[in-house]
């Protein structure tokens, strides 16, 4: 008996429909061992960390992301900006942030946050829980003719300086909270975890 000649096509295409299959079968295997890797929507929900790229965020800009069922606010405030806080303590019902359960350690200072220059705030109105708009221009408002920016809350007309501290006559009754947080390096912001933790 003759020996078939090899149709070294067919074998190629064999080969190649092989490895195909193989590979997208190596796909769907891992798919739900990576995924097992991920925090549960239950674990999110319950607070787990939430990780923000903050490299390309502009002087004056805020990004806003979601952590336990809410926005967090993160702006990038100007050396103007910062200038103003000074200047409104006379205007604010908790110029100190005396109420220590609404913010960290770490944030208990002028600016309320760990840099001068990027705020991180709970964007929860802590009158009723609206969402608050952030204005940070220093320009008369229909809502304040001595406005130094800040956030407006358009709900009930409560009115928060660019630190999140609650004017008086305001109907909220304190500042804007400020979440556990922590930098990894310059472009990142980790909301849910306070500095030191890894």
């Not at 097992?36 to 502009?58: N, T």
């Not at 800009?61 to 993160?74: D, M």
């Amino acid at each position: 008996m003759a020996a078939e000649p090899v149709n070294h096509g067919r074998r190629r295409f064999l080969t190649a429909s092989t490895v195909v299959v193989g590979g997208v079968g190596g796909v769907f295997a891992a798919v739900p061992f990576l995924s097992a890797w991920l925090p549960s929507a239950r674990a999110v929900a319950a607070g787990a960390p939430v990780s923000l790229d903050i490299s390309k965020l502009a002087v004056g800009e805020q990004l806003v992301v979601a952590w336990r069922g809410a926005p967090v606010f993160v702006v990038r405030r100007s050396p103007e900006m910062l200038s103003v806080l000074s200047g409104e303590t006379d205007r604010l019902k908790d110029p100190e942030s005396a109420n220590t359960a609404q913010q960290p350690a770490f944030a208990q200072n002028e600016y309320r946050s760990l840099k001068p220059d990027l705020l991180v705030l709970v964007g929860s109105c802590t009158h009723l829980g609206c969402s608050p708009k952030l204005h940070p221009k220093a320009q008369p408002e229909v809502w304040d003719d001595q406005w130094k920016g800040g956030y407006y809350c358009p709900c009930h007309n409560s009115r928060f300086d660019l630190a999140g501290r609650v004017y008086n006559q305001s109907p909220a009754p304190t500042n804007l909270v400020v979440p556990p947080y922590r930098f990894e390096g310059d472009a990142r912001v980790i909301i849910g975890e306070s500095e030191g933790a890894a």
